[in-house]
């Protein structure tokens, strides 16, 4: 179960590759990002309705999904964390929007894996742990400072953590990225 999940969020936190090829080719990241997900969602429309596995991309989806979500509905984290890294590098400016994606990526990553293996406190309103929350704070911070102030790093990922928590009608994956970007954007502004 560990390895699944560590795998899982290896992909997801391959997302912080995005950083880097949008400071060298914007027009790149953001059509890779539009493809890739053009592909994703296609592929899990084939793979639900005609029962067709496209190789590649099944197997991603094989990974992605989490062994409580059944394999006849669509596993959505992968587009729905794409799709969050592609609004927020299109709706904010820079280092606003790295630093969210850096949120998302690392902070949210690191907190699936290490609240599996050593989550042992519960946080009561969400059920999640107080370790994985602990880790996506200290995973996501580090990761800020390569690209803000530590005090704006500081506060991007008190938010990051705070969005994770909170019960939100919107994923994650889209949530954690815009929102933390908006407050470096007011904090840097």
Not at 53 to 62: A, D, E, H, Y
């Amino acid at each position: 179960m560990l390895r699944r999940e560590a795998i899982r969020k290896s992909i997801h936190m391959l997302g912080f590759t995005m950083i880097s090829l949008y400071m060298h080719s914007p027009y790149i990241a953001l059509s890779l990002l539009v493809v890739l997900l053009a592909i994703y969602c296609v592929s899990e429309y084939i793979r639900l309705r005609l029962g067709i596995n496209i190789p590649v991309v099944s197997k991603v989806t094989s990974l992605a999904r989490r062994e409580d979500e059944p394999i006849s509905k669509p596993v959505m984290a992968p587009a729905y964390l794409a799709l969050g890294i592609l609004i927020t590098l299109i709706a904010l400016p820079q280092p606003a929007n790295y630093v969210g994606i850096a949120v998302v990526t690392l902070g949210d990553g690191s907190a699936s894996i290490v609240g599996r293996a050593y989550g042992r406190h519960r946080i009561p309103c969400t059920g999640k742990s107080v370790e994985g929350s602990l880790a996506f704070f200290v995973v996501s911070m580090l990761g800020s400072m390569l690209l803000v102030q530590p005090l704006i790093a500081l506060m991007a990922s008190l938010v990051g953590v705070a969005v994770e928590q909170a019960p939100l009608p919107i994923n994650d994956n889209i949530t954690i990225p815009l929102l933390t970007g908006v407050v470096v954007l007011i904090a840097t502004g």
